[in-house]
């Protein structure tokens, strides 16, 4: 069975125990395992290594309207979860758009909106959800390849860059790992290193530019190849 983390980000805690009581029924009726973080504090999510697969965030957080500048820089910094902006002001959703939200839900919610939102979410996530088998210190571990932000190969070894700053080291050939991606989701830059494309943020000069500031080598040899397969990524 799938395990999905879904994290809720509102300072009233009144909305927090709604939602809570309302994931964790779905949870129950529909048989789906769903572990759930609570936050009080828009800031907090740049502390928090993002292994959670569904964010609900408020825009408002006091007196300050600073929800939506959150969502944009996780972004930019590589998250790539399920985003649900919540706001009690509709007029709002339509300034959230910049931070690529998945759902926009307008408080007050009821629970049958919560479920509905939810099973959106989790049906976006079963679709892009892959996982890749790497051989780590003699075992066999599953990374979920959305956490990927890039492979590099130094010293004979292959080293694992994902999000949250954690590292895998495995003896396995790039060439091994590119067969067992998702097609279409990563790419060679350079003979030494390969890039998730959905973090690829820009190409300047002979490099790839990631969502956090990383800039990966591009060599003159897969300049091409890595262009057609960035733009075949963000066409689909």
């Known amino acids: 069975m799938t395990k999905y983390t879904v994290c809720i ?4 805690t009144s909305t927090r125990s709604e939602l809570r009581k309302y994931i964790l029924r779905y949870s129950f009726i529909h048989d789906v395992e769903i572990d759930i973080m609570e936050l009080d504090c828009a800031e907090k999510l740049f502390d928090l290594s993002p292994r959670y697969d569904v964010l609900f965030l408020d825009i408002r957080f006091g007196t300050r309207t600073i929800g939506i500048d ?5 972004r930019t910094m590589g998250n790539t979860s399920v ?3 919540m706001t009690a002001l509709k007029s709002m959703s339509i300034e959230g758009y910049r931070a690529e939200p998945f759902r926009f839900l307008l408080k007050p919610f009821t629970e049958e909106q919560i479920h ?7 049906s976006k996530l079963n679709r892009s959800i892959c996982y890749i088998r790497v051989l780590c210190d003699s075992q066999w571990e599953l990374i979920r390849s959305d956490r990927i932000m890039y492979i590099y190969s130094k010293l004979r070894k292959r080293h694992i860059v994902c999000m949250g700053n954690e590292t895998l080291v495995t003896w396995q050939s790039l060439g091994g790992l590119m067969d067992h991606a998702p097609a279409g989701k990563f790419a060679f830059s350079h003979k030494s290193y390969i890039v998730n494309l959905d973090v690829a ?6 490099e790839v530019i990631l969502t956090d500031g990383t800039a990966i080598p591009l060599g003159t040899h897969y300049k091409d ?12």
Do not use: G, P, Q
């Not at 509905?116 to 989790?122: E, P, Q």
């Not at 943020?201 to 002979?206: E, F, G, H, L, Q």
């Open 9 to 12: 980000c509102d300072d009233d």
């Open 70 to 74: 959150v969502a944009e820089k996780l």
């Open 83 to 85: 985003m649900v902006i």
């Open 116 to 122: 509905t939102v939810l099973k959106a979410c989790l």
């Open 201 to 206: 943020a820009s190409v300047r000069n002979n």
């Open 225 to 236: 190849t890595f262009m057609k397969a960035l733009l075949l990524n963000t066409i689909n």
